[in-house]
């Protein structure tokens, strides 16, 4: 997993003990997190940053991220400082982590002077393990000022990729950063990510100095996720068709590009039973903060958002990410989806687009603030993204090879389940670049899709009448396909640089490119999708029957079902009481654990994975209640009813 350049480290021995858990790493992951052993490649990173190196980590979502920072805070002396833009989620992260037993606040700009005073009071008396911080308030005077009074274990730089101009969400913000190694030469920090090219990789270890820390680099793939890309034909029953097929019942992300698409598609979900809620950030802060507790602490609720939504959403329940709009990017896609299945289960990643998605990302693209180079950028990005749309090959390889890395087909995308088939479309794209040509040349006009379909199929429409198209000789010479493969092919050949579009109506222009297949001096594969019911036949049976290339968790013994919803239920309960999330109290896995191996001590509860040894204080006795009696408490019966609120609020 890792590849270290210069380790800038010191001795391990330098360094003594500190946090809750002393000073092994292991000790600390037993007794603090409850699990037994590092995944791969968490131990490395661990141990550097203990020592007291630097380190820049690119891990996927789900990797296991937040660990290589919070260990090391625990071992070493002193506060480890995390650098987050997560405002509106460090109260979540906080309470999970003190659930854990682990001394933790924040500072931002949501809390009133008093809780300011007493977080950096705690900090002052080294009463904290770790101090989430905005990158903002690095930039106040006075809390630099507080910073140097205390005693800092490490800096933590999460979502790192925000230092990025070629990244998918720079903040600048960020740049400020750099200075840390300045002001405070002798305190680790370890930068981290889930989402970096080579090129972003590169940016991101130049701006915040990092060239001579220890690089660490985990493969990006996440074999739970399903990812599948359709045609966009009346999205809306697409996606209704996904969840009420695949997905009933399920916690969801939907992303919007707009925020009246956004409010359009919650309300037809819940016109059509879904429990869904909006987030973008025209709703008032107290709306937004309401819909974003309801989706984490409450099971099956869909959330239809702006990308605004979601960045270190924790919930690891999510079973799907749709995207009704093409992406930017594909750091951006795969950071999206990347928040579905983080508890290792099957989940899907599904996206539609279609040609209008096309024309609106360049038109985005064109009035972007900024020089031609960010616009360059931009155009570069929205290419990659339009190839992993149209390829016919594995997807999950695509998205590998996006960020530098390799991987085998994986039999568990829409390409593999379903493979489209590939042909020469080289007379089809001639037939459709000679109609733009002629329409350019000759009549000295610009049209949409629309137009050069109709032509080429030999409508007579008013539109065609009415500018003489009709006396084209290319009219008529495309009888051989149909109105939606003539889409298909304007759309390919615009993945392929072979067409521009410009304008707020998508007229068509040639490119550089065009004229070597005019010419005959370049061929051209298209991709033919399978009819949509074979396609949904295939993804149907794949849904039921096909495992993922790595296994997830397998499914539950029928005995342990009922003993894993009542957990579930128990569960519930107590989050409510506490007014957390049901994962900060334990994730689905550890439950899912529980029920399958019905533990009857507390002895043998410590043994499963999540089990540490604040939650087995707080709750053991609890969840071996609930086992032995197999019956609901007053209080729980309760939290299932309460479960059922939501519906009031839709």
Known sequence: MASPENDSGSDPGENGPGGPGGGDATAVLRSV??????????????????????????????????????????????????????????????????????RAGFLNSTQDPGERGAVESAFLAGELDLLYLAPERLRVDATVRLLDRGAISLFAIDEAHCVAQ?????????????????????????????????????EISSRLGLERARHFVASFDRP??????????????????????????????????????????????????????????GLDARTRAENQALFLREDGVVMVA?????????????????????????????????????????????????????????????????DDDHRRRLGTHLEAMLALCETAECRRVGLLAYFGQTGAPCGNCDTCLSPPKSWDGTIAAQKFLSTVFRLMRERRQKFGVGQIVDILLGRRTPKVV????????????????GEAEWRAVARQLLAQGLLSVEGDYGTLLLTGASAEVLGGRRGVTLRSDPERGARESAQSRAATTSKPRRAAPAELPEEAVEVFERLRAWRAAVARRQGVPAYVIFHDATLREIAAGTPASLAELAGVGGVGESKLAKYGQEILDTLATGALSGETSDAKTDTSSIESQL
């Open 33 to 102: 997190f409850g699990y037994a052993s590092f995944r791969e490649g968490q131990g490395e990173i661990i141990d550097h940053v203990v020592a007291g190196g630097d380190a820049l980590v690119l891990m996927p979502t789900g990797g296991g991220k937040s660990l290589c920072y919070q260990i090391p805070a625990l071992v070493r002396p002193g506060t480890g400082v995390v650098v987050s833009p997560l405002i509106a989620l460090m109260q979540d992260q906080v309470d999970a982590l003190t659930a854990l037993g682990v």
């Open 466 to 481: 009415q500018h003489g198209h009709d006396s084209l000789t290319v009219f008529g010479v495309g009888t051989d396909l």
């Open 224 to 281: 739970n996720i399903r990812y599948r890309i359709e045609p966009k034909n009346e999205p809306r029953r697409q996606l209704l068709r996904l969840i009420r097929t695949e997905h009933p019942g399920d916690a969801g992300i939907v992303y919007c590009l707009s925020r009246t698409s956004v409010e359009k598609i919650a309300a037809f979900l819940v016109e059509n039973g879904v429990r869904a809620l909006p987030y973008h950030a």
């Open 306 to 370: 702006t990308i605004a939504f979601g960045m270190g959403i924790d919930k690891p329940d999510v079973r799907f990410v749709a995207h009704l709009d093409l992406p930017k990017s594909v750091e951006g896609y795969y950071q999206e989806t990347g928040r579905a299945g983080r508890d290792g289960l099957p989940s899907t990643a599904w996206l539609v687009y279609g040609l209008q998605d096309v024309v609106q990302q360049r038109k985005l693209i064109d009035t972007s603030e900024g």
């Open 166 to 202: 070629w990244g998918h969400d720079f903040r600048p913000d960020y740049l400020a950063l750099s200075a840390l190694r300045e002001r405070w030469p002798e305190v680790p920090r370890i930068a981290l990510t889930a989402t970096a090219t080579p090129a972003t990789h590169a």
